[in-house]
C-alpha cells in the first residue's frame, strides 16, 4: 500500500487525507476554523463533535460540495484542487451521506450508474456495471438485488447500495456522515462489519458521528471538533468517552443520568386497541394497547418510520383514531371524536413534537410569539381581546430564564436561536403550564450535549413531580436513560415492554427489527 | 356515408388534432421529468405558432417557418429556465407570465408587421406543410376496409403529423434507454444525487428545457403551417394547458401521455363532426357542449381518476444545496 508520490518526503507513507488551514463562513457563521487533518491510509479515522459543531461541512468540502475560502487539500500526498463532486470522485473520494443521494424510483444498478454509465446508450454500460457490482458485492459481502427498486429496500440496504455507488466508482476513501442515525444496532453492527472489510482492503474510511461508542468501537483514530475548530486528535486505544465527551463540550459532562427510583400511581392515560391510519389510508399504528401512570416515564423505542411519530401525534390530538379508544384520567379522550389539539391541552396533556420546526414552532416568529404557540387563548396573554405584549414578555423572560435558554432575548427571532435553545423554549412552554400528562418527542434530536443533560434532567423533574411522561425517542441511549417502562414499536405495533433495570441494547435492537420478545430475551441469554 | 366512412374520418381528424397536442405533452414530459413545471407551453406554442407563419409568410418556406418557430420556443424555454433554474423563481409564476406575456406580444408584433388584427397574412400552398400521399395511396383506396384506412387514415397526412407519431417512441428511448434520460430523470427526482455523482444539476435542467422548446416549436409551427394556413391570435385556446393535462394523466410517460392526447384529440374531432349531427334520443348535440367536453373531461379526469399520479420528486423545486 505503499504509494509515493511527494517529491520531498521519500520514506514516508503519506497520508489518504491530508487538510491544511481550511476555513469557511457562511455569512455570519464560521462554520470551519483553519482545520488541519490528517487521515492515515487504511484506518478507520472518526470524526466526533456536536451538532453544528462543523464535521459535516468540513466532509462537504473535502466532497467538492462546497469550496473553503481559504486551506488545501491533499489527497496520497498530492495538491488537489476539488471544486465538485467530480473532482472528489476522481482523485478517489466517495461519500455516504445522512440523507441518501438516492433516486428512490431507480433500481440499485441505475443509482449506482448514474453519472458513470459507459456511454451515452445504456445497453452497453448496464451489463458491465452488473458484472462489476457482482464482483464488488461478493469482495465486500455486500449483498443485494441489482434490480431491486430502491424505494422498497429497507434503510440499511439502501445505504449498502450508497455503499456500493462510491466503490464502483474506484472510491479508495469513503466518508461516512452519522451513518447509523437510521439504523437498528444490528444493522449499525454489520456496517461496521462492513467498514472492517473495506480496511482490510486497504480502503481509508472517515467516519463522522456524534455516538461516542460508535468512535469508540469502530475507529482506529479520532478527531473532535467543537464549534468549528478541531480542539484535538488521539489514538482511540487511547482515550475514553468520558474524555471525549469532555472534549466536545469544552466542560465536564455527566454522560449518565442519574435519577431516583420512579414512584409510579394512579393510571392517567389508558390507551386502548388504538389504530392509526395515515393520510394514504395505510395502517401506521395498530392496535397499540397501553398505560402511562402518573410519576413515570414510559418511554417508545423504535427504529424511526414504525409508527412511533403517528401513535404521539394521535395523542396529541393532531390525527384522529380509526379505531380503540384513549382515556385521560378515566375520561374519553379519544383523538378525533371533538377531541382535537386544543381540547386535550385544555385537559391538561402538553405536547412536545418531534420535528421541531415543522410542528413545535414557527421558525419565523419572535421567541415571544413561539412561546404562547397553542395558548394564546390564555386570558393571562389577553387584554380587552387583543394580546398583551406586555405580559406575554414577562411569561417569556421567566420561561427563559427558568430553562436557561440563551441567548434570553424574547424578541429575537425563533429561527436564530441554536436547536438545544429552541428545544428547550419548546419544553419550556409546554412544562411550565404544569400539565398532567407530557408527551414528547425526539426531547433531544439536534440538540448539543450540554442542553441534553439540562433536558433529561426537567423530564426526570416532571415524573418527580408526580406526572405522567410519555417519551418517544429513537436514540436508545436516551430511552434507556430516562425511560422506567420501555415500549418497543416495530411495524406499527407495539412488540413488547422491557422493564428499564432489564433493558439492554442488544434485547431492544432485536425487538426493534420485528423479533418476539421472548425470543429476544432467550437469543441473549445464549448470547 | 357509411358508417365505417364516418369512423375513419372521424379517427383521421383525430390523428389531425391530436399532433399537437403530442408533441406539447412530450415537451412537456423533458421539462417536468427534469424538475421543472413547465405551465408556459401554451405561451411557447403561441410564440412558435406566430414565428412559423410569419417567417414562412417572409420566406416562402414552411421549413424555414418551422426553425424560426423552435428558435422562437427555444428562447422562450431559456426564458423560463433562467428564471427557474437559475434564479429559482416560482415555475408557475415564470409560466403563466410568458403565457400572458405571448398572448400580447403576438397580436401585438402581428399587428405591427401586417395590419390585420393580429393575423399573419394568408398562407399560399408552398409556405405550408403539404400532406404526403402514400405511394399507391389513390390506387388502393377502393378496397374494402384496408384501402380506406390506407388511404385516408394512414396516407395523406403532412410531415409533422408523422414526425409527432415517430416522437413518441423516440422520446421514450431517449428517456429510458440513454444516458441522458437517465440523468434526466435522475435530476426530478433527486438532483442532490445528479449532484454528488458529479453531473451539473442547472446544466442537465437546461438542456431538458431545451428539448422541451424544440417539441413545442414542432406543435405551434403545426397549428399555423400545417394545419392552419396563417396565425390566428390567440389560436392555441387552450391546447398547451390541454397537452399538459394529457401528461399528467399519462403520468408522465410517453406512451400513456400518447393515449391520452389521442382521447382528447378525439373528442375534439368528434365536436367538429358531431356540429349539426341529429342523434337519435337525443336530437341536435349542442355544439358548445361537445365543444366543451375536452375541457371538462380534463377537469373530471385531473380530479378523479389520476389521483394516485406520481409526479416526479423534485418537481417545481429549485435545487439548493443543503445546508
Known amino acids: 500500500m505503499h504509494q509515493m508520490h511527494g517529491a520531498g518526503e521519500t520514506g514516508a507513507v503519506q497520508p489518504a487525507i491530508e487538510l491544511r488551514g481550511i476555513d469557511k463562513r457562511f455569512g455570519a457563521v464560521h462554520a470551519n476554523k483553519e482545520i488541519d487533518l490528517k487521515v492515515d491510509k487504511g484506518t478507520i479515522h472518526g470524526i466526533v463533535g ?13 466532497y467538492g460540495f462546497y469550496q473553503a475560502d481559504a486551506g488545501t487539500i491533499h489527497v496520497d500526498g498530492k495538491l488537489c484542487e476539488i471544486n465538485g463532486s467530480e473532482d472528489a470522485i476522481a482523485v478517489g473520494i466517495g461519500m455516504v ?72 466508482r474506484g472510491a479508495e476513501i469513503l466518508i461516512l456522515d452519522e451513518p447509523t442515525g437510521v439504523l437498528t444496532p444490528q444493522e449499525a453492527d454489520h456496517l461496521f462489519r462492513i467498514l472492517d472489510t473495506l480496511k482490510e482492503q486497504g480502503k481509508t474510511v472517515v467516519l463522522i458521528t456524534h455516538k461516542l461508542r460508535e468512535i469508540m468501537a469502530a475507529t482506529d483514530n479520532v478527531s473532535v471538533m467543537r464549534q468549528g475548530a478541531m480542539v484535538a486528535h488521539r489514538k482511540t486505544a487511547e482515550t475514553s468517552p468520558e474524555e471525549l465527551s469532555e472534549l466536545m463540550v469544552g466542560r465536564k459532562v455527566l454522560l449518565r443520568l442519574e435519577k431516583g427510583e420512579a414512584k409510579p400511581a394512579a393510571t392517567v392515560l389508558k390507551v386502548d386497541n388504538l389504530c392509526v391510519d395515515n393520510a394514504q389510508g395505510v395502517r401506521k399504528v395498530k392496535n397499540a394497547t397501553f398505560t402511562v401512570r402518573a410519576g413515570e416515564i414510559v418511554g417508545i423505542a423504535g427504529v424511526s ?7 404521539l401525534e394521535a395523542l396529541g390530538g393532531i390525527r384522529s383514531a380509526s379505531e380503540g379508544t384513549v382515556e385521560l384520567n378515566g375520561q374519553d379522550v379519544t383523538p378525533g371524536k371533538g377531541v382535537d389539539a386544543a381540547e386535550l391541552r385544555r385537559r391538561g396533556v402538553a405536547h412536545v413534537p418531534e420535528d421541531r420546526h415543522r410542528m413545535a414552532m414557527v421558525t419565523a416568529f419572535s421567541a415571544k410569539e413561539a412561546a404562547i404557540l397553542g395558548y394564546e387563548d390564555d386570558p393571562a396573554y389577553q387584554k380587552g381581546g387583543l394580546l398583551d405584549w406586555d405580559a406575554i414578555s414577562a411569561a417569556t423572560a421567566n420561561m427563559m430564564s427558568e430553562f436557561d435558554v440563551r441567548p434570553d432575548n424574547p424578541d429575537l427571532k425563533a429561527a436564530n436561536f441554536s436547536g438545544g435553545n429552541q428545544q428547550k423554549l419548546v419544553l419550556a412552554r409546554e412544562i411550565m403550564r404544569d400539565p398532567e400528562l407530557l408527551l414528547v418527542g425526539q426531547p433531544t434530536r439536534g440538540v448539543d450535549i450540554g442542553a441534553i443533560e439540562f433536558i433529561h434532567k426537567r423530564i426526570v423533574a416532571m415524573r418527580d413531580a408526580g406526572k405522567a411522561v410519555l417519551l418517544v ?18 411495524d406499527g405495533a407495539i412488540i413488547g415492554e422491557v422493564a428499564a433495570s432489564e433493558a439492554n441494547e442488544r434485547v431492544l435492537g432485536l425487538m426493534m427489527a420485528g423479533v418476539d420478545p421472548n425470543e429476544a430475551k432467550a437469543a441473549e441469554g445464549q448470547a | 356515408m357509411d358508417t365505417f366512412q364516418l369512423i375513419i374520418l372521424l379517427l383521421d381528424a383525430t390523428l389531425r388534432t391530436s399532433t399537437p397536442l403530442i408533441l406539447a405533452a412530450l415537451a412537456g414530459m423533458f421539462s417536468e421529468r427534469s424538475g421543472t413545471i413547465n405551465l408556459a407551453l401554451e405561451g411557447m406554442m403561441l410564440g412558435g405558432a406566430f414565428s412559423a407563419a410569419a417567417v414562412a409568410f417572409y420566406v416562402g418556406s414552411p421549413w424555414v417557418g418551422l426553425l424560426a418557430a423552435i428558435a422562437t420556443t427555444i428562447a422562450l424555454s431559456l426564458l423560463h429556465g433562467f428564471a427557474c433554474i437559475t434564479h429559482k423563481g416560482n415555475q408557475v409564476v415564470s409560466g403563466m407570465a410568458i403565457n400572458i406575456l405571448m398572448s ?32 399507391g395511396a389513390d390506387a388502393v383506396q377502393d378496397v374494402p376496409v384496408l384501402g380506406l384506412i390506407y388511404s385516408e387514415l394512414l396516407s395523406g397526412h403532412n410531415i409533422l403529423v408523422y414526425v409527432a407519431f415517430l416522437a413518441v417512441p423516440a422520446a421514450w428511448w431517449v428517456m ?11 435530476v426530478g427526482e433527486n438532483p442532490g444525487a445528479v449532484d454528488t455523482a458529479g453531473i451539473g444539476v442547472v446544466a442537465m435542467r437546461y438542456r431538458a428545457v431545451i428539448c422541451s422548446g424544440v417539441l413545442v416549436g414542432m406543435s405551434g409551427a403545426y397549428l399555423s403551417t400545417a394545419q392552419g394556413a396563417s396565425f390566428l391570435q390567440d389560436m392555441t385556446a387552450g391546447k398547451g394547458y390541454i397537452a399538459l393535462a394529457a ?18 384529440g378525439f373528442l375534439d374531432a368528434a365536436a367538429t363532426r358531431l356540429q349539426g349531427v341529429v342523434l337519435p334520443g337525443i336530437g341536435e348535440v349542442p355544439v358548445q357542449l361537445v365543444q366543451a367536453l375536452p375541457y371538462i373531461l380534463t377537469v373530471i379526469l385531473l380530479a378523479g381518476f389520476i389521483g394516485r399520479a406520481i409526479p416526479p420528486k423534485a418537481l417545481g423545486r429549485a435545487y439548493v444545496k443543503e445546508r
Open chain 1, 50 to 62: 456536536e451538532n453544528g459543531a462543523g464535521k459535516s461541512t468540513l466532509m462537504s468540502i473535502l
Open chain 2, 176 to 186: 429510458y434507454r440513454t444516458r441522458f434520460g437517465l440523468r434526466l430523470r435522475a
Open chain 1, 97 to 168: 451521506h445522512q440523507h441518501f443521494m438516492l433516486v428512490e424510483t431507480f433500481s440499485v444498478l441505475e443509482n449506482v450508474i448514474l453519472g458513470v454509465e459507459g456511454g451515452a446508450v445504456l445497453r452497453d454500460g448496464v451489463e458491465k456495471a452488473r458484472e462489476e457490482l457482482k464482483r464488488l458485492e461478493r469482495e465486500y459481502s455486500l449483498n443485494i438485488d441489482p434490480d431491486a427498486i430502491v424505494g422498497d429496500l429497507s434503510v440499511g440496504l439502501q445505504q449498502r447500495v450508497e455503499i456500493l455507488k462510491a466503490l464502483y
Open chain 1, 305 to 311: 418510520g414504525n409508527g412511533q411519530s403517528e401513535l
Open chain 1, 473 to 490: 425517542s429513537v436514540e436508545l441511549d436516551e430511552i434507556m436513560s430516562l425511560a422506567d417502562r420501555i415500549l418497543v414499536m416495530c
Open chain 2, 104 to 135: 400580447g406580444l403576438t397580436a401585438l408584433v402581428g399587428i405591427a408587421l401586417f395590419a390585420q388584427g393580429g393575423k399573419t397574412p394568408a398562407l399560399d400552398k408552398g409556405s405550408r406543410f403539404q400532406p404526403i400521399t402514400f405511394p
Open chain 2, 247 to 264: 401528461m399528467v394523466f399519462g403520468k408522465w410517460r410517453p406512451f400513456p401521455a400518447l393515449a391520452a392526447c389521442l382521447l382528447f
